[in-house]
């Protein structure tokens, strides 16, 4: 692999070779090892990195809301977005019965191979480096997993805070669906024993509903 796609130049790239080595071909050209172990560390080495900066980069954060953020982001369909943006599945050694099944777009082969590039990148440049690989390919899905995160966080949040007050429940009503189906503008209403608390706009239903609930919020002195 040339691993300048990586934007990091690997000292020993042996390291990248068994990165790249998917069980089934160590199997079927009886190698002693595979990437399995480098998975391994990887893992362990991206939740850290990826929990120090979200630990850094939203101090408002309590521990459940970093919790969930991290997993969104380490989860396996977002390394496997990442594995497939440096085209790792094209340079992953597969055994021939994984090849000829589409494992190199599938899933689970590319979050594990990414996993265990970063503990080859880890083992080879530190953590520094690893941390600027990281850094580099995943900052992106930090500030949009968080604004996600806070986003969908307005309905609980406004229910917590309407239930622990007078032990109502938030009822959402769309209440106007504007524009052609390609581009749908809904109006959502946030709904307290009849009385309307507050009302919001968006592409889809859920959206309406969320800022819905933020405009409550922000009424309330909330938000």
Known sequence: MDSSLLNYEFNDN??????LTHSSFSNENNLPASNQRLE???????????SDMLYCSYPEMDEGELTKL?????CEPSLCEVAKNISLGKRILLGNGEEMSGGR?????LSDALEAVIGA?????????????????????LE????????????SRLQEIVQNRSK?????????????????RFTAEAVKDTRVVGRGGGKTKKDAEQQAALAALKRMGLA
Request: proline fraction near 1%; glycine fraction near 10%; avoid cysteine.
């Open 40 to 50: 391994f560390l990887g893992d362990a080495v991206l939740e850290l990195v990826i």
């Open 168 to 184: 109502s429940t938030i009822v959402y009503k769309i209440v106007a669906e504007e524009g052609p189906d390609h581009d749908k």
């Open 70 to 74: 991290r997993a969104s982001i380490v």
């Open 144 to 155: 949009s997993g968080a604004a996600q995160g806070f986003e969908a966080d307005y309905k």
């Open 121 to 141: 990148i880890y083992l080879d440049g530190g953590l520094e480096s690893v941390r600027e690989f990281i850094r580099s390919n995943f900052s992106d899905k």
């Open 14 to 19: 042996i390291l990248l070779e068994l990165a």
């Open 105 to 109: 777009e599938r899933g689970s082969i």
